[in-house]
């Protein structure tokens, strides 16, 4: 089975703006957890809500998460209830009220009344999860066939002619056309010339791109507010982003002040005021003024979702609150 959108702790209407869920968001108030091989949830106290007993699972997304049941993906409530019977190839998280599935070699959508509303005829067109973002979904028509979106009704809104398309996010879609990148808007007017080597999805406005070898920002108008300079970059999340330079890693904020000096070896994005880094072989979290605030210690570690932060000793994940302590001790 695929699954898609789910950072597996073991190892996330109308065409207005807003910013995508990314993946392996836990949004829902229940937590990930995997013990003695099965998957299962906690709440923000690291009380067992759902025991372990998926093969796989996923975050909650609308009030539903896609989980593996005997080798078929099916969807369960937040009491554990299954709300749609395992009988899938493959499942995506609800977005918008609607699910991918995969049938076959087919992908299509269900709605929460486990009515297929949209039938199972596309390829999965990139590497995120086909999801409704926008009221859109890109989807091809075959494999290797240009990409275009569909609306909620299943149809083809805009028409088929890109490499490459991500899902909408801030109102903008990352488009590839022949080796270069855009953005389009929800009408398929390309309001950003494909002209960027490579690029990034809009997160708070801004859209990390690479002119050459060298990533810098763009806004919602395309104009280039923070010039190319980094190794690397990242979108924004909680107000900073992600950037290297010098084989170090730092964060910058919006206006391209260096909020924290590139220093660590790896980082992950900031959220709720606190961001993963490490140092060396361990991973700790700093605030947004570059201060450790959990000490390294952690053989991996990712962002905060809401009061939690998962974190990794060995072969075991646990959550940790923001003092650093834990909720639920690290299990596999």
Known sequence: MRWTAFVLLIGLVACGRHDAVRPGEQLSGLYLIHQNGRTGYVDGHGNVKIPPQYEQAAPFSDGLAVVAINGRAGYIDTSGKVAISPQFDSGAPFSEGLAAV??????????????????????????????????????????????????????????????????????????GIGGRYGYVDPHGKLVINPQFDQGEDFYEDRAAVRVGQKWGYIDRTGKMVIRPQFDQARGFSDGLAIVESGGRIGFVDKDGKMAVNPQFDAANDFSGGRAPVRVGNRWGYIDKTGKMVITPQFDNARPFSLTLAPVQLGSAWGYVNRDGKFVWNPTA
Not at 129 to 158: C, E, H, N
């Open 102 to 175: 995969r049938l076959g070699n087919g992908w299509g959508f269900i709605n929460k009344d486990r009515k297929m509303v949209i039938p199972a005829r596309y390829q999965d067109p990139g590497r995120a999860p086909m999801q409704f973002s926008g009221g859109l979904a890109p989807v091809a028509t075959g494999s290797g066939a240009r990409v275009g979106y569909i609306d909620k009704a299943g149809r083809m809104v805009i028409p088929p002619q890109f490499d490459s398309a991500a899902a909408f996010s801030d109102g903008l879609a990352k488009v």
